[in-house]
């Protein structure tokens, strides 16, 4: 925050819950563990899964295998043969997750959201690592990039699928394949292309009414063309030099770039007139709002005009306002309101992945295969998620409060 001013990210997130003592959850843990043992064959696998939750709910500073072991008094190697290489389904598990998801959380209005994240790794070894842009540290380095999916709803948010992109140099390559357990039916795929088969395997088995990402997916015309095609409704953040011309421009004379503009040129050309101030929440400090207009418009691409979309632009209020640009294939009769709702379930995912490294050790695996950081995610989500029914049983700041999906519309967008 600049000079007083809410960015719009900070307009659409909820704060942070923090850590509370875990002691008296882990007593539950048990009870929780116990609908996923039926996916682990056998019994000390079962076992080894109920060690590793705990360690990853405890108050280590770092949740690895090692403080793990050391805290359990049990040999690492045991531990690291679970995670590393263990003979259990990671997707079977993850098929249960979803199903006890839909059952806690299940909401028809509710947004499935995409978002990928990096993972600094110092050396080469670790499957699919290359020098590739790595958001967390802000530059290129080594580092293993996840895409996750998640679930935004009126009674909470978390993760519910995840997978490792593989570069192509990485999928090309029989050596390091075999060296670290890839399967031999995984291909290479963008990650848009990941995100979308995620959502066509289990979009269905989840109520929504809506997907988010932001601009790494939403600049791809390949992913919105998907969208639209397998009948998904999308809000998708995408730069602000998207080049885009609205449709009464189709009536002017042709003139340079045939009526194509940035998003960005095409939104400060606007008279104050045009925006429509929206209520967002309630602040310590006042009202929390912000400005928004849309248009239909028709992107450029390969320089010819493609379908018809919405742009959605938002702004803060003040001197110096933040700007955001968005793209939508709702239907006209969706209002304004509806749309930033939906743009505001985006930051759900990324409250997940940051309260995942921060309190349940998404980031602290100690793995170098395919298989191995399949594991670790698997528990880390089961992790996650006990958390979310926790902060729903007790009463506390629930996810779910000030959730996108919720029936306050804006108000209700974020916190």
Known sequence: MADGVVSVETLLTDCDVKPRTLAPMLERLRDFAARYQPRFWRSEQREHALMYLKGLLSDLPRKSIEPITVEHGVPRRMLQRFVGAGGWDDEAVMDELRAHVREELSDPDAVLVIDGSAFHKR?????GVKRQW???LGKTENCQIGVYLGYAAAKGHTLV???LYLPQEWASDRARRRISYVPDDVEFMTAWEIAAAMVEAY???LPHAWLAADDEFGRSTGFRDWMRISGERYVVDVPCSTAVRPLNARQR???KRDGFRSAEDWA???PPSAWTQ??????EKGPLELLAVRAKVQTKRDGRPGPIEWLLVLKTLGAQPEWSFHLSNASDDVPLEEMV???AGRHRIEEDLERGKGEVGLAHYEVRSWVGWHHHMTLASLALFFLVLEQRRIGGKNPGDHDPASSGGAEGAAA
């Open 253 to 255: 004379s042709r003139r």
């Open 161 to 163: 699928a995840h997978r």
């Open 123 to 127: 050396g080469p070894e670790s499957c």
């Open 134 to 136: 790595c958001g967390r």
């Open 278 to 283: 929206v209520h967002i929440r309630d602040g």
């Open 341 to 343: 709702r939906v743009r």
């Open 203 to 205: 979009g269905r088995d």
């Open 268 to 270: 400060r050309a606007l």
